[in-house]
């Protein structure tokens, strides 16, 4: 259990379909981050939250791309129109403490 | 541009000997450095972290040092246990903005 809940563990999705995440902090964080990681590389930083607010996008995060956070709790990423070049795992995290909670991600498969 | 730097993508170590897992980073802004560790199929985890005022922090098996001139830290463990087998990522931040730029990884085996 560490404390932040991700749906759906998996998804393969084909080309051009649109396909949304969810992300459950299991306790109230100010903050919400996502981020997604490739193969062979780090996290990168996709956007974050302060409650209900989107307060930072990277350029990473094209328009095909939108991040809510209804009511400052759980938070939802979609992509739309799906490329190959989405193919990622991505992760949600809040933070306190000494660092991240990260959870345990949805790896995505454009096929 | 790779601001994060692991260089070395693979170590293996021999079990109860020392691993030592190196970061290079670029942006001399950053001033907050972390490492998690990363099993197949889990997100991150935190193991141990250092701010820039420090040049060494220690938990348990872990120890992490900072070379601010050099922009360069690493990571300790000793003795390494079986159990230590996971990628390990280094990480950076600035105080006051806690988004975190990540390293490529390196991938820890312990040879039992």
């Known amino acids: 259990d560490t404390g932040v809940s991700q749906d759906p563990r998996h998804k393969i999705t084909k080309r051009g379909q649109n396909v949304t995440f969810r992300c459950d902090p299991i306790?109230?964080?100010?903050?919400l981050y996502w981020y997604r990681q490739t193969l062979g590389q780090g996290p990168e930083f996709l956007t974050y939250?302060?409650?209900?607010?989107?307060?930072?996008k990277s350029r990473l995060l094209s328009d095909r791309f939108s991040a809510e956070r209804p009511k400052g709790s759980f938070s939802t990423l979609e992509i739309q129109r799906t490329e190959q070049g989405d193919s990622a795992m991505y992760l949600c995290?809040?933070?306190?403490?000494?660092?991240?909670?990260f959870g345990s991600g949805t790896r995505l498969t454009v096929v | 541009d790779q601001q994060v730097k692991q260089n070395s993508p693979s170590l293996s170590v021999q079990e109860g000997r020392i691993s030592i897992l190196n970061c290079d980073y670029t942006?001399?802004?950053?001033?907050?450095f972390l490492w998690y560790k990363k099993y197949p199929a889990e997100g991150p985890t935190f193991l141990i972290s250092?701010?820039?005022?420090?040049d060494k922090n220690e938990d348990g098996r872990f120890t992490v040092f900072l070379n601010k001139s050099a922009k360069h830290l690493s990571l300790h463990i000793v003795p390494s246990q079986p159990g230590d087998s996971a990628v390990y990522f280094c990480?950076?931040?600035?105080?006051?903005?806690?988004?975190?730029?990540f390293g490529t990884g390196t991938r820890l085996t312990i040879i039992p």
């Open positions: 990480a950076t931040s600035n105080f006051g903005n806690e988004k975190l730029t």
């Open positions: 306790s109230e964080h100010n903050r």
């Open positions: 939250f302060q409650n209900e607010a989107q307060l930072e």
């Open positions: 995290a809040t933070t306190g403490g000494d660092g991240y909670t």
């Open positions: 942006n001399s802004m950053f001033d907050y």
């Open positions: 250092i701010s820039s005022i420090k």
